[in-house]
């Protein structure tokens, strides 16, 4: 099954079901950021749409790192919002 991170289930899915019940991410990025200590990250997932592998907490900042080939190599840590560009 595939998985996807907040912004790719709204690009997918849109907000809220046909009842108007939100529509939860299967990697929830801001949980997931919320729960880490300051300078460290977490991964073991890949969003489906866009490849994002980790999350990280760097100086109090949320960062992503996402698959950019089919070698497996990642990007630098990047800014991630609802609005990220793929």
Known sequence: MADFCNFCSKQMW??????????????????????????TYVSGFICEGCGLVAIANIHGELRVARMKDANQETTQWEKYTDKFNT
């Open 14 to 39: 849109g907000d809220k079901n046909d009842d108007l019940v939100p529509i939860p991410p299967d990697i929830n990025v801001y949980e997931e950021f919320n729960k880490l200590e300051e300078d």
